[in-house]
């Protein structure tokens, strides 16, 4: 059984000189990394000014001592530390044959970030957590082969943070994305949330998972009327989380009747404002 | 008897919480009212002998900051009167109301704290407001006097309070990235439309435009402001946190933790509290707490019961003292538990009575 462990620098480390270049040198001079299959990488110190390339060319340099990872999280940070969308990403083009063993991999943050031509049979979850997904990000995982992928969670975010898309962007990916052995699709954080419900409920992918994740987003009763109507016709469908969302009590009510397990929680009020009504996605606020 | 006396609000939860506290130790209070201050005061000067006194803050209802700053001015007036008043040696103040004003001044009490040797959140040297204003009387420091400090020191991420001010009033956490210019201010404080004025809110914003920010930022600089590093805290279940600890009579009684999703943990922003020892901290963790608690507390000797927050750095846990409060002993978490704090206080009320009562009978028999 590995170990899960995180590694960080904390403000004073950062003064002290630490920061991405020294990164995985600390990384493989802990004397329990070898065990260590779950690896998650927080702060490197400025990391809205210092992008975190050298970390991962670093991994890609020592890819035979970092083979026995299993799951990777880089950028594992939260507002206390930096704002989601100022996070400097960096290319993975070289991460995914280096780590032919990674099944997991989570990355948050957008800005630079490049995923390159994306090819690994084994990997089995990939998460992406922004404030705004890129369209050049779309079209690299539209071309993606991941034939072992089972779960995808993109936060899509909005324009102000880097989503240069449409609900469209979102609808050509699912469609000409091809993740055969996919069972939890999520698509989440969103300002357009009830569009992109629609766009998801569409994809040829809700016949084949049981999963699906609408969460973080600002769906509202619109979204929730078109889930009630169209879920019944998926009975592989066995989750639906649309936590954090903007539906009225009514309408959960009816979610939760649905013989699917619902996560509705954490229910916001949109904010009437100047006559106009306003509305947050979880991450963009 | 010996009197024992609060100066407090009538029906409130102080108040009532701390009669049940007082009374599981027989003790009886009679309630002074802040709002015939002071004449009511006064009145007990009748050669009764000596009265404990506790001194509960007052109520304000208002929400503009720029009146809660001459709200705070008239509070640390009435507290110098009170000062005087025992002077005279016919009060025993639960905790001395010089060392409530002293605590009242989060820049003062950082830098007394520092001198003893307990690490502080620091702060940032902005503007000099004690060394005489730097451009002359009447004048703020700008918003770019600010940045130009935070680039300067290289300090990127700032808390921004006034000095004197209790809870998240009108406290703004701002961060930039000057390499592209960037920034970002979250706050409760609104800027209300018809005044112009800051308002406090129970809703925490985000501004990320940057002349938004701007314009935010300068309104509080017209206050008295202190400029603190904002650590990143430690979390709990994805919740950022700092402590709550109430030191009573050199003995931590209460440890709260204030779990928050936003930069700004104060639980009047209906952020969650739980408690302490929930978090699963190690006791060396907590021997740590303790220790800078017991020594915070210990630098105010006329300081009985003490509520101070408590930031541990995220990654390390190293607490650092944010700030500390003379009269920062209503935690709800405990009036609808035990009761704990109330009841010592209670306790700490009997055990003055029975001293007096003692005293006076060996004065009696020597008479």
């Known amino acids: ?285 | 008897m010996s009197r024992l006396m609060l100066l407090g609000n009538p029906g409130t939860k102080r108040t009532r919480y701390l009669e049940k506290g007082a009374a599981l130790w027989g003790v009886q209070l009679c309630l002074l009212d802040w709002k015939e201050f002071p004449k009511n005061l006064l009145s007990q000067d009748s050669g009764a002998g000596p009265f404990f006194l506790k001194i509960d803050p007052p109520l304000w209802d208002s929400c503009c900051l720029e009146q809660l700053s001459g709200l705070t001015w008239e509070y640390k007036e009435n507290l110098m009167e009170l000062a005087r008043q025992g002077s005279r040696g016919k009060i025993c103040f639960f905790n001395d109301p010089k060392t409530i004003k002293a605590l009242l001044d989060k820049r003062g009490c950082k830098r007394r704290l520092r001198e003893m040797g307990i690490p502080v959140t620091e702060e940032l040297e902005f503007f000099d407001w004690e060394g005489g204003k730097k451009e002359g009387p009447g004048q703020y420091p700008r918003f770019s006097d600010l940045l130009d400090a935070m680039k300067d020191q290289g300090i990127f991420q700032v808390f921004l309070k006034p000095n004197y001010g209790s809870g998240a009033a009108g406290v703004m956490a701002l961060r930039c990235d000057p390499a592209k210019g960037q920034m970002v201010l979250y706050t409760c404080a609104a800027k209300d439309p018809e005044t112009g004025r800051l308002v406090n809110t129970k809703r925490l914003r985000r501004f990320g435009d940057r002349q938004q920010v701007s314009d935010m930022a300068q309104l509080l600089l017209r206050q008295d402001c202190i400029a603190e590093r904002w650590y990143p805290k430690a979390e709990h279940n994805g919740h950022s946190y700092d402590l709550r600890v109430v030191v009573q009579d050199g003995e931590v009684d209460f440890a709260l933790a204030r779990l928050s999703k936003g930069p700004i943990t104060n639980l009047q922003l209906n952020n969650r509290p739980l408690k302490a020892e929930e978090l699963g901290l190690s006791d060396s963790v907590w021997d740590r707490v303790r220790q800078i608690c017991l020594k915070a507390a210990g630098c105010y000797p006329g300081l009985r019961s003490a509520g101070i927050d408590i930031l541990l750095e995220k990654g390390s846990l190293r607490p650092r003292v944010i700030e500390m409060n003379g009269q920062g002993d209503l935690i709800y978490q405990d009036i609808y538990g035990e009761n704990r704090i109330y009841q010592k206080q209670g306790k700490m009320m009997r055990e003055w009575q029975m001293r007096r009562q003692w005293e006076d009978r060996i004065w009696k028999n020597t008479c």
């Open chain 1, 1 to 285: 059984m590995g170990k899960a462990k995180r590694y960080q620098y904390d403000y004073e480390q950062y003064e002290d000189g630490k920061g991405p270049k020294t990164m995985v040198e600390d990384i493989l001079s802990d004397p329990e990394f070898g065990q260590v299959t779950d690896l998650t990488i927080g702060s490197w110190g400025d990391a809205c000014g210092d992008s975190c390339q050298d970390i991962l060319d670093g991994i890609t340099d020592n890819k035979d001592r970092f083979a026995h990872v299993e799951k990777l999280f880089v950028g594992d940070m939260d507002y206390e530390e930096c704002e989601v969308s100022w996070i400097m990403q960096g290319n993975y083009g070289r991460l995914w044959k280096a780590l032919p063993g990674l099944k997991e991999l989570t990355i948050k943050g957008s800005t630079d970030l490049i995923l390159g031509d994306v090819e690994h049979e084994n990997l089995e979850s990939l998460t992406i957590i922004c404030g705004g997904l890129g369209t050049s990000v779309f079209e690299e995982l539209k071309r993606a082969k991941l034939p072992s992928l089972k779960k995808l969670v993109l936060y899509i975010g909005i324009e102000n943070y880097g989503f240069d898309g449409t609900k469209d962007t979102v609808k050509a990916f699912l469609e000409e994305s091809d993740f055969p052995n996919l069972v939890h699709l999520g698509i989440e954080d969103s300002e357009i949330q009830d569009d992109l419900a629609q766009v998801a409920l569409e994809s040829k992918y809700m016949s084949r998972i049981h999963t699906l994740d609408l969460a973080n987003g600002t769906l509202t009763d619109k979204g929730g009327a078109l889930l009630l109507e169209k879920l019944p016709q998926f009975p592989n469908i066995q989750v639906l989380d649309v936590h954090y969302h903007y539906m009225s009590d009514g309408m959960v009510k009816k979610l939760s009747q649905l013989p699917i397990q619902v996560d509705a929680s954490e229910p916001n009020e949109a904010e009437e404002y100047h006559g106009e009504i306003w509305m947050n996605a979880m991450l963009t606020e």
